[in-house]
């Protein structure tokens, strides 16, 4: 099956929720210095730790992009909880393409991002 | 042997008919018969080197050091100044951390360049760190694509230690011009080390004759098995640095009296099959007439640059447009294309079988230089055929298609 699917080039090309919030109650950043991949994270949380929205801004591979975007979109309407406990599988079932053991990495980059800023946003609940 | 056939030799480029490797500044492919001796050393010769009695292990005594000789001829030295490494990471550590212990204090300086892979970088930067002593850097002009002009003149100094500089860039292909270097540096009092890790694979070192103090090269970069590598040493330098490895081998009585060159170097078993087997490779080059497939190499790497320059969207980074023939036929060329990250780039032609690599290169310092955090790279081996031109080409107009420009 071809990487480069409908999917994934739509994403990349028109990430969803690919603007900042405005005074977001938690944000986290990361990155992949080895191919320069970057991503910053926002996400405002209600008082029953429930994802009320989402965005963020990335500068990376195809990859790294389609599945900050993909998963991104499937956040709101989420409990923080039941997030922090997503094993790593879902983003790759998110993208729905083989990904192999060299773009692991560039596949879970908004995921370790979203993991950062829920476990921030966790510690202060 | 006829070079056009020269792919024949490598089985799993018979076998993969449609694999394009452009990746042999990662590791080359492997002939049969570099493969049938490492086989062949297990089948026949195995047992363990030096101190033994038996048939066996005088055979494989034998075979290590007729591979030394053929090393030594292939580098045009005595046998006694190779001394076989694990790989060049493991030589450069040998001469850093030897000269960092008998030559290094505070206050001295050594200098490396920004072309310099990790190997070459990071274990004089430790030495320093270790020592105290001022590491230098000789910045790359990527204007020019060489490194900066009267740089090492006004830098060089009676502190100068060492001056440790690649014979080819294993991003650019640049290959400094070393002979006024060696010169400088030498007047200063410094020791040359020189990294022969990709130039080797594209014509014989001369590591005595330019006059280096010391000089490594990879086995599996030149067509034999991983697990091997070479280090040229002059024999005062030999005679004088401590071993980086203790242990069985190289000492002729204890507490610390070694044994001389090489065997003060090579302790613990050495990987002897794969010695074997690079003795076979260097003869398999001998046995392809290698200047004159070296000739046809330089003729496709044009080709390959040609191609490339013709593509829109791509840029060679730190190789100006105007070059002299010598250094448009670099047998490695790292690009990049606008919109496309080097590893979607590297993933849509590993779809249409071309292995190229994507990434850092291990060569920070000049990456940064260049203000690029990974770069495509291809890199030519004796296999390759005007054919693999057209099948990068084809596949880069499938990414351009992919990744249009937005």
Redesign the interface.
Known sequence: M???GEIV?DHF?HPRKAKLLEGADWQATDSN?????RVTVTLNTDQNGIITDFGFEGD????SVASTSLLGEKLPGRKLDELLKMPKEEVLDLLGIPISPG?IK?ALLGYSCIKKALINAKRKE | MKASTIKDHFPLLRRQRRLVYLDSAATTQKPACVIKAVNDFYLNANSNVRRGIYELTVKADALMERARLTVAGFAGCEAEQIVFTKNSTEAANLLAYGIGQNRLTAGDNLIVTEVEHHANYLPWQEAARRSGAELRVWPFDKDKGRLEEGWLERNLNERTRVLAVTEMSNVTGYRPDLPPMIEAAHRAGALVVTDGSQSSAHGRPEWRELGVDAAFCTGHKLYGPMGVGVLYMTEELAKELPPLLTGGGMVADLPNQWLPAPMKFEAGTPDVAAICGLDEALRFLYALDWDQVLEKEKKLAQLFREMLLSKPRLNIPGVPAQLAPAEAAAPIISFEVEGIHPHDLAEVLAGEGVCVRAGHHCAKPLLNRLGKTALTRISLGVYNEPSDVEALDAALDRAQKLFPCL
């Open positions: 071809d990487i480069y080039l090309r210095p080895l191919c320069g991949d990376g591979c195809a990859i773009r560039c």
